[in-house]
């Protein structure tokens, strides 16, 4: 299984760009890249994923670099809302056409007024 | 926008008794899963569910541990015989293709004196 790391914890100043790296050195080429965030003890929330080329959605981009062993999740303009840990996770297909999500430790992001 | 939903949101019992955890899942979804997250801990897949049966389980899902669709609406998890060990938020999520992004519930705190 693709593990990932993550910095467990940054700040970010409201209103700049929050950049949140990711390694996951060992991904395989079919695999997809997920992020999702928790804030507090709710449910996880999705964010985005992508395979090998950059995406974009109104939450947040997800830049992959050209090798895919690592990526970055940038949320444009942080808020204090946007303050939870971040997850980014390879998504590992299971049999009969599901799949788990791994969740490690995430990076805990601080949204400093 | 639609979204899962989950009762109770906080469930006490005694050790030894069962629990029956609700989820309704997006209407047309699919493919069903449980996780768990024991309190400062990560979150952990339990069981995946798709046409009426499980695809595929995590260690974690043993024999005191079952899954059902009994409706076509409701998807539940029943732990037989709690353990304390049970206590946990449990979160259920829904995808409408087996590929698409999991959408979780808000979770049910399970608390096991």
């Known amino acids: 299984d693709a593990k990932t790391t993550q910095p467990t914890s940054m700040d970010c100043a409201e209103g700049r760009a929050a950049n949140l790296p990711c390694n996951h050195s060992?991904?395989?080429?079919?695999?997809?890249v997920y992020w999702y965030r928790q804030i507090h003890s709710q449910g996880p929330q999705y964010i985005i994923h992508?395979?090998?080329n950059n995406e974009t959605n109104e939450m947040a981009s997800l830049i992959i670099t050209e090798d895919r062993k690592s990526s970055t999740l940038i949320l444009p303009h942080a808020t204090l809302r946007d303050t939870a840990v971040y997850y980014c996770?390879?998504?590992?297909?299971?049999?009969?056409?599901?799949?788990?999500?791994?969740f490690g430790k995430g990076t805990k992001l601080s949204v400093i007024p | 926008e639609p979204e899962v939903t989950q009762t109770p949101s906080h469930q006490v019992t005694q050790m030894g008794q069962e629990v029956i955890l609700r989820c309704v899942p997006i209407?047309?979804?699919?493919?069903f899963y449980w996780y768990r997250q024991i309190l400062g801990q990560k979150v952990e897949f339990l069981v995946s569910?798709?046409?009426?049966?499980?695809?595929?389980k995590s260690e974690i899902f043993d024999d005191q541990f079952s899954v059902e669709r009994p409706d076509g609406s409701n998807f539940t998890l029943k732990i037989r015989s709690t353990k304390l060990e049970d206590s946990a938020m449990y979160f259920c999520?829904?995808?409408?293709?087996?590929?698409?992004?999991?959408?979780f519930g808000p979770g049910t705190r399970l608390t096991v004196t």
């Open positions: 999520a829904s995808t409408k293709r087996w590929a698409d992004e999991q959408y």
């Open positions: 060992t991904i395989s080429g079919n695999e997809y």
């Open positions: 992508g395979l090998k």
């Open positions: 996770i390879v998504r590992v297909d299971g049999g009969a056409g599901s799949y788990q999500l791994t």
């Open positions: 209407s047309n979804h699919l493919y």
């Open positions: 569910f798709y046409n009426n049966e499980i695809s595929e």
